[in-house]
């Protein structure tokens, strides 16, 4: 069987994905953070979920995987953990002021990486890339 004329749009977006992926981390180490801790200080930011289950399904992280980041930001000063005095079997997760300015410093660091990756393109390619990443989402869901 001939090799395909082009490579599959499957295995480039892959690619891409796990380049971006590194440069992302890289951008987050250098402010002294990791895509766990951002994307908890994102989602206690936004104050939309505030126990341990309710951040876990939000940042898409294993219950165990999650207790193990929170523990470390806790050591950290990020973020307090309590029982929820109406249900002792929930924690409630809570920004310090040390995490708010974690987030702020480490907002500094992705908005840089995010006008990197948005040079040369105009806001019309922009929305269209994000229609494109939007339909081959759908379109790989279709098969599960």
């Known amino acids: 069987m001939p090799a395909p004329p082009t490579e599959a749009i499957g295995l480039e977006v892959t690619r891409t994905a796990k380049v971006l992926s590194r440069a992302f981390d890289e951008a987050l180490g250098d402010g002294g953070g990791s895509l766990p801790t951002w994307l908890v200080l994102v989602s206690l930011m936004g104050k939309t979920h505030d126990t341990q289950r309710d951040l876990a399904e939000a940042v898409g ?52 990486f995010d006008r990197q990756l948005r040079a040369g393109f ?5 929305a269209q890339l994000r229609g494109f990443l939007d339909r081959l989402r759908a379109n790989a869901a279709k098969g599960d």
């Open 61 to 112: 992280i294993e219950g165990a995987t999650l207790t193990h980041h929170l523990s470390r930001m806790e050591a950290a000063g990020l973020v307090t953990r309590r029982r929820d005095p109406e249900n002792r079997r929930a924690q409630q997760v809570e920004l310090t002021s040390i995490g708010e300015e974690t987030f702020h410093s480490l907002l500094q660091h992705v908005s840089t």
């Open 122 to 126: 105009a806001d019309k390619e922009l």
